[in-house]
């Protein structure tokens, strides 16, 4: 589905990425793990076209995005739905208006065909009941939950979430881990994760690549992380979480 191919990036002097190949499968979870500031959102940001790289190449579904204008990656962008870390919701729409408000904007569908949607997310969520409440309302969990849903409703192939339990409490981290697992098991999506917690890498994904001083030290399986042997990796194996 995503594929970058010795891909470096720098600002400025400071290099962030350094000769990076990675390959994301179709209906597979893959993890990035690192600790902050390493360049793991950038990563995502590459795969969505948002920034360019210095050299290498990218590819999402077959087709080469690295050279394409904003208009053009439209179509490829509709095939990735992504959940920041923020969440990104509209403070003054409600749970039903921030699922449905990129729809109306971007689709021509019926209102029948967004309202079904709407009703579909809410109900794959865990948030009926909560269709008309304003997200200040609702906790930190639930928000993330609404901004998962809100990546699912243009029905991509692929989800991308930037530290997608980060600052949650444990219930309510275990419930977003259980959301991610249903988008390969009974959606048959992909999805890439970036995240700073091993545990999350563990409970989820098929598969991991550890990013450290801007180059990938490990991908593979993740059960062979067990197995690995640079100090960064058993470092963090200890530790479990990587220093914000």
């Known amino acids: ?15 962030i990425l350094k000769n990076i190949s990675l390959t994301i499968k179709d209906n597979a979870i893959k993890a990035i793990l690192g600790p902050s500031g390493v360049g793991k959102s950038t990563i995502l940001k590459l795969m969505l076209g948002l920034i360019k790289p210095n050299s290498g190449r990218i590819f999402v579904d077959g087709t080469e995005i690295t050279g394409m204008t904003e208009t053009s990656l439209y179509a490829i962008r509709r095939k990735m739905g992504m959940v920041f870390q923020g969440n990104a919701l509209f403070d003054s729409m409600t749970i039903s208006e921030n699922l449905g408000f990129f729809l109306r ?19 794959f969520a865990g948030l009926e009941g909560y269709e008309e409440q304003l997200p200040e309302s609702l906790s930190g969990g639930m928000r993330r939950r609404v901004a998962i849903g809100r990546a699912m409703i243009f029905k991509p192939h692929m989800i991308l979430f930037d530290e997608p339990t980060a600052g ?10 259980s959301l991610i697992s249903s988008l390969r098991n009974n959606n048959n999506l992909g999805a890439v994760i970036v995240t700073h917690i091993i545990d999350d890498v563990f409970n989820v994904a098929d598969s991991v690549a550890v990013l450290y001083k801007g180059e ?20 963090i194996l200890s530790d479990k979480i990587l220093e914000l």
Not at 108 to 119: D, G, Q, T
Not at 169 to 174: A, E, R
Not at 225 to 235: G, K, N, V, Y
């Open 168 to 177: 949650l409490d444990p219930v309510s981290s275990k419930k977003i881990l």
């Open 216 to 235: 990938i030290i490990f991908d593979d399986v993740t059960e062979k992380l067990h197995r690995a042997t640079h100090p960064f990796i058993r470092s």
């Open 1 to 15: 589905m995503i594929e970058l191919r010795k891909v470096s990036l720098k600002y400025g002097d400071r290099e």
């Open 105 to 123: 904007e971007n689709m021509k569908l019926p209102e029948s065909e967004i309202s079904r949607r709407v009703a579909e997310q809410i109900q």
